[in-house]
């Protein structure tokens, strides 16, 4: 076969793919009809066919959970790297812990930065999770971690309830409140005042400068990562009911629900708060 | 910039939106592909995920002049393939499931074609040379353009249109009925 013919074969594939019938090509090209046809009709018979072969709904949210959790871990891991000159604030604390960190093994506590609440591994990365908050003096830097924590438990929620393991959720419901309660707490802190943010009049400050209050320092980028956690945390949440075997879908709504609320809760919570 | 351009430069800088849209306009393409290449769902399905764990981990140091982000996704599916018969010690060969397991189908029957059907897309494809494979298995399986595959394989597009010509020309030949 001539490059042409090649290149001609090549053109009315790509049309098929792109929607287009096999006629539209004879009429494009009248004189290679009848030397196309078979050849495009074997090609659209193995587009057809090979279109079949599709992933399983789970298999799909189940990776889609694994990518938002190595996510999250990914922006703690930028936290922790600026938070290094932390070290010469209490030592002895500091210390314990991170002696806790190597009884229990650092690679152990990695490797249990993925596993569900079913898993052997849970517990580790729970107590993990606690030696961080620990670890961790910063008001503000507190508070980004159990908005973190927070989005891990959504993940958690979609996960198990996917999985149809309803009887996890309510306590998971429980430590993502609890999570999110904790943003305000620390979030209503003395540092944002500290670092020169201005703090707006509550929900009576105008608009314009409650914005220009938002736009910077640590509490507008608290603010942001909570919006952002729960962007994620409902899809992957409304992504896992799509799927969820019928048992599990009623608490899976509950828990979009209650995720909702907190979100909401927290954001308005700290943008009304006095700092 | 393009809109899938803007899409791929949030996700560079750490969007975990942009990289979500990325993930599920792709997702089942790569999937498509490594099932094609390995012919089993369970392996397939952790190929794909390592394959997006990869991106996300390797994103930041991608350029977009280099070449398209879809060139760059596949050539990691590409490589990630070619490690996975390395490391298992298989030939490049695919493997036939006994039951392929399809999306939970409501209609039994048409479950049941589009099973029979998969499994004749394989065992024809078993048949041609690996680079024809490669090419037809990026070309109908994922929809990648001719330049994409181009990339994706390191050849020259005119090597990708021959291959793809005489892959449906043996193809054409198993199945001469031209169903």
């Not at chain 1, 908005?147 to 309510?170: C, L, N, P």
């Not at chain 2, 929809?143 to 020259?156: C, G, H, P, Q, W």
Request: glycine content about 6%.
């Amino acid at each position: 076969m001539s490059q042409k013919s090649e290149d001609i074969f090549n053109e009315c594939l790509e049309q098929i793919l792109k929607g287009e019938s096999i006629e539209y090509c004879f009429k494009a090209y009248p004189e290679q009809a009848s030397e196309l046809e078979p050849l495009l009709k074997t090609a659209a018979t193995f587009i057809r066919k090979s279109s079949a072969i599709q992933p399983a709904p789970e298999c799909k949210a189940r990776v889609y959970s694994r990518l938002q959790a190595m996510f999250y871990a990914r922006q703690e891991k930028a936290q922790r790297r600026v938070r290094i000159p932390i070290w010469h604030r209490k030592w002895a604390l500091a210390m314990t812990a991170i002696l806790g960190f190597l009884l229990i093994g650092v690679g152990t506590v990695a490797a249990s930065a993925y596993v569900l609440p079913d898993e052997p591994l849970y517990a580790v990365k729970l107590a993990g999770e606690q030696v961080r908050l620990t670890l961790t003096f910063s008001d503000t830097d507190k508070a980004k971690l159990h908005i973190q924590f927070a989005g891990r438990r959504a993940v958690e929620i979609a996960e198990m309830g996917s999985q149809g393991k309803g009887d996890e959720i309510s306590a998971l419901i429980e430590q993502f409140a609890n999570h999110l309660g904790q943003v305000y707490g620390v979030g209503n802190m003395d540092e944002l005042v500290e670092s020169g943010v201005k703090a707006p009049a509550a929900t009576l400050a105008p608009a314009g400068e409650t914005e220009a209050f938002e736009e910077g320092g640590d509490k507008g980028e608290l603010e942001k990562m909570l919006s952002d956690s729960r962007e994620l945390s409902l899809d992957v949440l409304e992504n896992a009911l799509e799927k969820a075997p019928q048992a599990t879908k009623a608490s899976l709504e509950q828990a979009i629900e209650i995720v909702t609320i907190d979100y909401d809760r927290a954001i308005y919570d700290l943008r009304n708060s006095a700092g | 910039m393009s809109i899938e351009e803007d899409i791929v430069t949030r996700a560079i800088k750490g969007d975990g939106e942009a990289f979500a849209q990325l993930y599920e306009e792709r997702f089942d393409k790569i999937y498509r592909y490594v099932y094609l290449k390995v012919g089993n769902e369970a392996e397939a399905e952790d190929l794909t995920q390592e394959v997006f764990v990869k991106a996300l981990e390797a994103i930041a140091s991608y350029k977009w002049r280099n070449s398209p982000f879809n060139s760059w996704l596949f050539r990691i599916a590409h490589n990630r393939v070619i490690d996975y018969f390395r490391k298992e010690g298989k030939v490049e060969k695919v493997a036939l499931e006994d039951d392929i397991a399809l999306p939970s189908e409501s209609n039994p029957a048409l479950a049941a074609e589009r099973e029979i059907e998969i499994q004749e897309v394989i065992k024809n494809i078993e048949k041609l040379s690996p680079a024809q494979r490669e090419v037809i298995s990026l070309r109908f399986g994922s929809e990648l353009s001719t330049a994409e595959v181009a990339k994706v394989l390191r050849k020259n597009t005119g090597t990708v249109k021959a291959l793809q010509y005489n892959a449906i020309v043996a193809l054409r030949k198993m199945l001469p009925s031209g169903r």
